[in-house]
C-alpha cells in the first residue's frame, strides 16, 4: 500500500466509546469496527489495521507508483497463463478475524474453488493470500516489521517487499509458520515455491524494469513446472 503513517500516539478508547464517523493513525480498534468505520470514509482515504492499531496512508508518490504498477503488470501476465489464480491490486483483505484488516500493493492468491487457502467472505478475501507484494518506502517501513508480522501471523505463504529508497528486494518464504527472508540467488531470479513459472528478476524489479521482468516471467511459464501446476489447479476445481 501507500506509505503508511505511524502513529504518534496510542487512544486509549475503546471500540465501544468510538461514535465518530473518523479513522486516525494510533487508534486502537477490533477489526469489525475499523471496518465500520472505514465503509464510511471516502472512496479517496486509505487506512489498514494491523495488530489491532489503525495506520493511515499519505499521499502516493511516483516512487511508489512505477514499481507498483511494474510489479502489477507481472502478476497480472501470470494469471492470465494460470487459470484457477486470481491476483488483485491494492484490495482489502480481512487477513486475520480480530486483528488486522490490509490493503496489499499485490497478492496473488489460489482462487477458493480451486484449493486456495482463503476464502470469500461478502465481497472481500478472507484469510493470507498465498503471494503478497509491498513497495516500501524504505527497510525501516511497517511493510518489513509489523505488517511482516500480519502477515505471518495469517499465514502468508510469500511475501515480497521492495524497498525504494534504498533500493532493495526482499524475498520471504513460510517455513514452519515464520516468514524468513531468502538470499537473492546466483542468477539473480527469485523462483515461487507455491506458484511455479512465477520467476521474478531482482535487478529488473528494482530498475522498473517491465521487459526485463516480463522475459524472465515468460522462461518460467515455458518450465514444465508451470504446466504441471495448471493442470493440478484443474483437477482442484469445484
Known amino acids: 500500500m501507500s506509505t503508511l503513517t505511524r502513529p504518534s500516539s496510542i487512544s486509549s478508547e475503546t471500540p465501544r466509546e468510538i461514535r465518530r464517523q473518523e479513522l486516525h493513525s494510533g487508534d486502537r480498534l477490533d477489526r469489525a469496527t475499523f471496518h465500520a468505520l472505514y465503509q ?19 499521499p502516493v508518490s511516483l516512487r511508489h ?15 492470465a ?9 491494492n484490495g482489502t483483505v480481512f487477513l486475520t478475524p480480530d486483528r ?7 497478492m496473488l492468491f489460489i482462487r477458493p474453488e480451486s484449493g486456495g487457502q482463503g476464502r470469500y467472505e461478502q465481497e472481500y478475501l478472507a484469510g493470507g493470500p498465498e503471494f503478497v507484494i509491498e513497495i516500501a518506502t524504505s527497510s525501516a517501513a511497517i511493510d518489513l516489521h509489523d505488517k511482516r ?3 505471518e501471523r495469517a499465514g502468508v505463504r510469500e511475501y515480497v517487499a521492495l524497498s525504494t529508497k534504498e533500493p532493495e528486494l526482499f524475498w520471504h518464504e513460510n517455513r514452519d509458520g ?15 515455491n507455491v506458484f511455479p513459472g512465477l520467476w521474478l528478476n531482482a535487478a529488473a524489479a528494482i530498475a522498473n524494469d517491465a521487459k526485463g521482468l516480463l522475459d524472465t516471467l515468460g522462461l518460467g ?11 493440478e489447479l484443474a483437477r482442484r476445481r469445484v
Open 40 to 58: 464510511r470514509t471516502p472512496e479517496t482515504f486509505k487506512a489498514e489495521l494491523v495488530g489491532g492499531v489503525v495506520y493511515v496512508a499519505s
Open 65 to 79: 507508483c512505477d514499481p507498483h504498477a511494474v510489479l502489477i503488470a507481472w502478476l497480472v501476465n501470470y494469471q
Open 81 to 89: 497463463r494460470t487459470v484457477g489464480t486470481r491476483v488483485a491490486d
Open 100 to 106: 488486522d484488516e490490509v490493503q496489499p500493493d499485490g
Open 149 to 151: 508480522d500480519a502477515y
Open 178 to 192: 515464520r516468514l524468513v527472508r531468502l538470499a537473492t540467488p546466483s542468477d539473480g531470479v527469485f523462483r515461487s
Open 221 to 231: 511459464l515455458a518450465d514444465s513446472a508451470h504446466a504441471a501446476f495448471v493442470a
